[in-house]
């Protein structure tokens, strides 16, 4: 099992910046694929970003503002958001899995935090 709890989360303007953290304990987790999805009101959860190895991935909607990185050493994630807008706003949620695909899929992973909210205001 694979326990991930998420901080960092908050009230930013937009334009700001927001670091998230995801660190995970219960196994080591180097070999696994990390994932961000983020959950605004009324809408499905969708894909943020995702990092296995050296190889990253974003949504096209953040590409060029966000930056996911891992510390194997701390087994954390993280996600440096910049350039912050209104539609970030979002519960974001970190997520783990054990195998590889389709990192774009929430269906790919198989342990997810409890997520926090991030709120930009205009």
Do not use: H
Not at 6 to 32: I, N, Y
Not at 58 to 69: E, L, Y
């Amino acid at each position: 099992q694979v326990q991930l709890v998420e901080s960092g989360g908050g009230l930013a303007q937009a334009g700001g910046s927001l670091r998230l953290s995801c660190t995970a304990s219960g196994r080591t987790f180097s070999s696994v694929v990390m994932g961000w999805f983020r959950q605004a009101p009324g809408k499905e959860r969708e894909f943020v970003a995702a990092i296995s190895g050296a190889s990253t991935d974003w949504t096209d909607s953040v590409r060029g503002r966000f930056t996911i990185s891992r510390d194997n050493a701390k087994n954390t994630v993280y996600l440096q958001m910049n350039s912050l807008k209104p539609e970030d706003t979002a519960v974001y949620y970190c997520a783990a899995a054990r195998g590889f695909g389709n990192y774009r899929s929430s269906s790919l992973y198989d342990y997810w935090g409890q997520g926090t909210q991030v709120t930009v205001s205009s």
